[in-house]
């Protein structure tokens, strides 16, 4: 049986350290001003009945990703069998449809990768790109769950490892006897924007379901 990766966030332990955000930076050198992982921190309420709420975003990694459909490229955004949503540098054009796509706001264009596919081959179909040159065009980047480092055995993304409060869980789904399917079968969890039908595999333990609206909302940068 193919292995089924997700993750687990457990906002009860999530103190909004950030380690996971800095982790996944210099893991994946994502460039100034752009992250594959994020915490952002949003209040709510006034004293005395004020809360902070710290809420990680990151690829959710949907088991239908909304972001495929609108890509002209045929394997530029794919999902693996693992579970994972990748993109094919090879193949993207950088027209941005699948950023548009994603309703988490997980995917941005890389601002120092050019795109190494010639873009001319689709302007006729694909207006974003008409009229462009590669080297005007950049390439699509996300979070693929440190995908380098499940190739090299390593079942442990880089904001798992360096999670400070322990609140980031990782593993095989399709392993009953693994840390994350023990896990999401003893405590009940929850998924950002279920209603999307993106049915997502990352997920979330949150007792106090408010972070979720606190997380769309205004956010504390």
Known sequence: ???????????????????????CKMENAAPMGHFRSRVDIADSGEYPKAKRYFFPKICNQCDEPPCILPCPVKGATY????????????????????????????????????????????????????????????????????????AEGIEEPACVRNCVGKA???????????????????????????????????TFIAPDKAVFEAADGQINR
């Open 79 to 150: 999902k693996r069998e693992d579970g994972v949503v990748m993109v094919n540098r090879d193949l993207c054009i950088g027209c941005g449809r699948c950023v548009g796509a994603c309703p988490y706001g997980a995917r941005f264009m890389h601002p120092h990768i050019p795109v190494k596919n010639d873009p001319s081959k689709y302007a006729k179909d694909v207006p974003e790109v008409k009229g462009k040159k590669a080297k005007d065009l950049r390439v699509v980047d996300k979070c693929d769950y440190c995908s380098h480092r499940l």
């Open 168 to 202: 980031r869980f990782f593993g095989d789904t399709s392993d009953s006897q693994s840390d994350v399917s023990k896990l999401m079968a003893s405590v009940k969890t929850e998924k950002w924007h279920p209603e999307y039908g993106t049915k997502p595999r990352t």
């Open 1 to 23: 049986m193919s292995k089924k990766y997700a993750l687990l966030v457990d906002l009860r332990k999530c103190v909004g350290c950030t380690s996971c955000q800095v982790s």
